[in-house]
């Protein structure tokens, strides 16, 4: 059996460190929000001639269009074009404008999304993470009968949360990701990772209580850990490997969706025996004395 939590401080740290480092990232520099939330509309163009950026900043400021960002696709000569929402009278307009420019423009693909149903699909994502954790709450609470397992679960899950959306930040900074709609998926996923890792060392701890062995909360943890380690990691090793392919092989499109999931695999892999776990033990303890005072 090896002792995991004689390091708990150096746990804390650890996660002290990279959360706080989101945190300050999330308030320095914010995220670059994609048209899902804030509404606007995409563009992918081709052209003929060369279609610079200079190009299509001039044709937006003639007919007092607002960019967001103006993109290179890959693998063709095209650009991905953001602006505020246009009409369908100003989209072809401003495709006018550029065709006036540089000759014939292929629309690749076109998409439109207005304010209100970014606003709706941001409320959307807000009350879907908050039933997931309400659930996972009950489930774990109903299915170890013990509420503080289901509290440290969740701590742990919050924990992954917070690292994943301040990570996403840095990234969105220096690497231009944007907060879209995959990346909300790419978080509810790691939320539902992180709680199943949780839920298997948990579930040892339990069949060691069940067999009646005499021993304190803190034995059983790291006897738990020490035989789900090795398995775990395994299985989250798979799921790196296959990560790492598609964001350094994939598209633009995937990319930073792979990214976001590559930060919640590590992120929930180390949280269950990391931080869930010590967690769990913890309250344990907290709750046994609390007995003995009464």
């Not at 996660?15 to 995409?42: K, R």
């Not at 937006?60 to 693998?75: F, G, H, M, P, R």
């Not at 063709?76 to 401003?94: C, P, V």
């Not at 949780?198 to 943890?221: C, L, P, S």
């Amino acid at each position: 059996m090896i002792d995991f939590l004689k390091y708990q401080k150096w746990y804390v740290a650890i996660s002290s460190i990279v959360i706080a480092v989101g945190l300050i990232s999330i308030m320095v520099w914010g995220f670059t929000i994609s048209i899902d939330f804030t509404g606007g509309t995409e563009l992918s163009v081709q052209s003929e001639k060369l279609l610079s950026h200079e190009t299509v900043v001039a044709v937006a400021k003639a007919q007092n269009i607002e960019l967001s960002s103006v993109n290179a696709l890959e693998k063709n000569s095209g650009l991905l074009i953001k602006t505020r929402a246009l009409s369908t009278e100003e989209e072809q307009t401003f495709l006018s404008g550029l065709q006036d420019k540089v000759g014939e423009i292929t629309v690749i693909n076109a998409e439109t999304v207005g304010p209100v149903i970014g606003a709706e699909t941001l409320e959307k994502t807000a009350i879907a993470s908050g039933i997931a954790i309400v659930g996972i709450l009950l489930y774990i609470a109903y299915s170890f009968k013990k509420f503080t397992f289901a509290v440290a679960a969740i701590s742990a899950l919050l924990h992954d949360t917070i690292v994943v959306i301040g990570m996403y930040s840095l990234i969105s900074h220096f690497f231009g990701a944007e907060l879209d709609t995959l990346f909300v998926t790419a978080l509810l996923t790691t939320m539902s990772f992180s709680v199943h890792d949780t839920i298997v060392v948990f579930d040892e701890i339990r069949a060691y209580q069940k067999r009646g062995i005499h021993n304190d909360m803190a034995t059983y943890a790291n006897t738990a850990l020490t035989n789900t380690m090795v398995r775990s990691l395994n299985n989250s090793f798979t799921i790196i490997f296959m990560l790492l392919a598609l964001t350094l092989l994939g598209g633009s499109t995937i990319r930073f969706f792979a990214v976001a999931l590559l930060i919640g695999t590590i992120t929930g892999t180390y949280s269950s025996p990391f931080v869930a776990t010590p967690l769990a033990v913890w309250f344990e303890k907290l709750k046994s004395r609390k007995s003995i005072d009464h």
